[in-house]
């Protein structure tokens, strides 16, 4: 798909809110999923009761940090192209997937129940739904 144009946007932006619908509708474990670009714009983001941030500025701050080190991760071009990325924490998995629109590089970034088998999840759910995605 082409870069979003100021026409289709906002179409972009609907398809996009779907898309983080879809990825939390794809395992129960999938808590909290968010499309951001390179910079820490958040284009849709949707979660599920069980997310845990209590405050809107937690969001915002996990969204920075989490978009920093996709940025870092993704610019190490000796070791290849990132894949994704797994941070385990004490009660949830975070993971960054990149994606792109275009020329725009675009990252989910997704929190996952700690119980849940994390790289199954993102090999065999994931990574296949976002490649066959109509949004990227």
Do not use: W
């Not at 179409?11 to 996009?16: C, G, I, V």
């Not at 898309?19 to 794809?26: A, F, S, T």
């Not at 994704?84 to 997704?110: C, D, K, M």
Request: proline letters at 3%.
């Amino acid at each position: 798909m082409n870069a979003p144009s100021s026409s289709s946007s906002s179409s972009f932006e609907e398809r996009s809110f779907q898309l983080c619908k879809d990825i939390l509708e794809l395992d129960a474990a999938v808590v909290y999923s968010c499309l951001v670009d390179n910079v820490g714009n958040v284009i849709a983001a949707e979660h599920r009761d069980e997310a845990p941030f209590l405050e809107r500025r937690e969001v915002e701050q996990y969204v920075l940090r989490m978009t920093i080190a996709a940025a870092l991760f993704s610019n190490e071009s000796r070791m290849g192209e990132m894949q994704y990325s797994i941070t385990y924490r004490e009660n949830v998995a975070q993971l960054i997937v990149p994606a792109s629109a275009g020329s725009h590089r675009l990252f989910f970034l997704l929190l996952v129940k700690r119980d849940s088998d994390t790289g199954l999840l993102v090999d065999e759910k994931l990574i296949p739904f976002i490649a066959r995605s109509a949004v990227l």
